[in-house]
């Protein structure tokens, strides 16, 4: 039990001096560092860096540091997934705005058809109709002070009819 156990042991030992190597080689030949890569390089299932944590960060800090190949002008993997997000982010705003402007160029070409196939109402009618809603109420407001005032000159003439009454009465 105790032979198998430190079996083990080395074993383990042995696949991760197999992965530090591969981590060192590809930082030093500027390959791309990944889970995968590194699992794939040192002949390791990527399941052995999610038990020895240490290894899954130094790969990750691998990743983010820039190769010395590249030197001082080296950009990050972290600034080019940066770029990507920013650039996908602006794409999907632009394509709202494509879309909203698209809308907006539908309707507006929309009611130029209809005007122009004269199924619409053209302008010219359309401020017809207007002036008639306006002159319709004009109507009805006059109407309503020519009702008031009809009733004023009743009133006036019933006031003569019984002040020439009452005159007619008095000369008698």
């Not at 030949?29 to 020895?52: C, L, M, N, P, Q």
């Not at 302008?123 to 109507?139: G, K, N, P």
């Amino acid at each position: 039990m105790n032979d198998m156990r430190e079996g083990r042991s080395a074993d383990a030992g042995r696949r991760r001096q197999r992965v530090v190597r591969a981590i060192n080689a590809a930082v030093s030949a500027g390959e791309d560092i990944t889970v995968s890569a590194i699992a794939r390089a040192a002949k390791v299932d990527r399941s052995f860096f999610y038990r020895h944590r240490d290894l899954l960060e130094r790969i990750h800090a691998a990743a983010a540091a820039p190769s010395p190949a590249e030197g001082v002008a080296a950009v990050s993997r972290a600034s080019l997934q940066a770029d990507l997000a920013n650039a996908l982010e602006r794409n999907t705003r632009l394509a709202l705005r494509v879309r909203q402007l698209e809308s907006r160029l539908s309707e507006a070409l929309g009611e130029q058809v209809w005007r122009d196939s004269g199924l619409g109402a053209s302008i010219d009618i359309d401020h017809l109709q207007r002036q008639i809603v306006t002159l319709e109420q004009r109507a009805v407001d006059l109407q309503g002070q020519l009702d008031e005032r009809t009733e004023e000159l009743q009133a006036a003439r019933a006031a003569n009819r019984e002040l020439t009454r009452a005159l007619n009465h008095n000369s008698r």
